[in-house]
């Protein structure tokens, strides 16, 4: 596991490609446009609930940075936009 230090209280991002077989999960980051990997993550199971995370869909992931140019998951957050489940 990385050494790192927390960014911030994370943001939204939309999943490009679902976590792969060496635990490799790729996000863009709607507010750059740019699409990063993480490769890292706190805990196992802050890993576990990553791999439920399907391309397209959009998550409120704490992100930070590491030595190499990727990244690490610190904090899978609560909350993020509005899907619009349900009819109104």
């Known amino acids: 596991m990385s050494t790192t230090k927390a960014t911030g209280s994370g943001e939204t991002v939309t999943i490009v490609s679902a976590m792969d077989e060496r635990g ?3 996000v863009t980051k709607p507010t750059t446009g740019e699409t990063v990997e993480v490769v890292d993550y706190a805990d ?3 890993r576990e609930r990553a791999k439920t995370l399907s391309p397209g869909a959009t998550a409120r992931l704490e992100l930070t940075p590491t030595d190499d140019g990727t990244y ?5 957050l609560p909350g993020g936009p509005s ?4 009819a109104d």
Do not use: Q, V
Request: hydrophobic fraction near 45%; aromatic fraction near 6%.
């Open 24 to 26: 490799t999960l790729t």
């Open 44 to 46: 196992e199971l802050l």
């Open 72 to 76: 690490s998951l610190t904090r899978l």
């Open 83 to 86: 899907l619009g489940f349900g």
